[in-house]
Each structure stands twice: as structure tokens, then as C-alpha cells.
Nanobody, 127 residues
């Protein structure tokens, strides 16, 4: 059974940083796409960062570009999201997602579906 488990969420003041981790039960190299999504209360789920097969490409939503960095450590089967210059509007539940389809580029991943999801970790940014 595939499992994804997020950690690293918490409360931080605006301008601060957090690093989220997603531990995968399968090697991250085996996934075609991995991503971080977020959902704030009353809002639709938003894909914020995507990484393609083997970590060869990345793609970011405009709302987080230049502030967030997605990466993966294949040896540790772990996906990361480094979040810098956090803003109150970044407050949300953050979810890790993965898929094993035919798409290999991060840009393509952003348009595709994800079969596997974690339970989420809460990020709260205060002003």
C-alpha cells in the first residue's frame, strides 16, 4: 500500500520560513510526478509546486514562484517544499501528492491528475 506522510507544518510570522517534508513508502525516483497542493478554508485546492520524473524539472504556481522550492531526495524517499518569505495568504493545509503515469515533465504534471495523496500538514502564517 502506497503511503505519503507530510510533516513540518506549523505557525510562523510573515516573512518567515518553513520546510515541509513528505515521506513516501516507495522510492521517489519511481514516481512520474510529485507535487505539493494546498487548500485554505473556503477555497479550492491549489497546486503550488510540481516536480517531474527523477527531479529533472520543476514548475510553480505564480503565487509562490521565487519563494517556494520543491525538491526530492531519492535516497531518503522524501519530497520537500522549502517555503521562504511566507505571507498570511500562504496559510492552508498542505498536501503531498504523487502519480505514476506517463507524464514526465513538471509542467505536464501540473495539468494531470494524482492518484496518491497524503493526509496534509497545516501551515499558518500570521501578520
Amino acid at each position: 500500500q502506497v503511503q505519503l506522510m507530510e510533516s513540518g507544518g506549523g505557525s510562523v510570522q510573515a516573512g518567515g520560513s518553513l520546510r515541509l517534508s513528505c515521506s513516501a513508502s516507495r522510492t521517489t525516483y519511481s514516481w512520474s510526478c510529485m507535487a505539493w497542493f494546498r487548500q485554505a478554508p473556503g477555497k479550492e485546492r491549489e497546486g503550488v509546486a510540481f516536480i517531474g520524473t527523477g527531479g529533472a524539472s520543476t514548475y510553480y504556481a505564480d503565487s509562490v514562484k521565487a519563494r517556494f522550492t520543491i525538491s526530492q531526495d531519492n535516497a531518503k524517499n522524501t519530497l520537500y517544499l522549502q517555503m521562504n518569505s511566507l505571507k498570511p495568504e500562504d496559510t492552508a493545509m498542505y498536501y503531498c501528492a504523487a502519480d505514476r503515469g506517463l507524464i514526465s515533465s513538471a509542467y505536464g504534471c501540473a495539468s494531470g491528475g494524482f492518484a496518491y495523496w497524503g493526509q496534509g500538514t497545516q501551515v499558518t502564517v500570521s501578520s
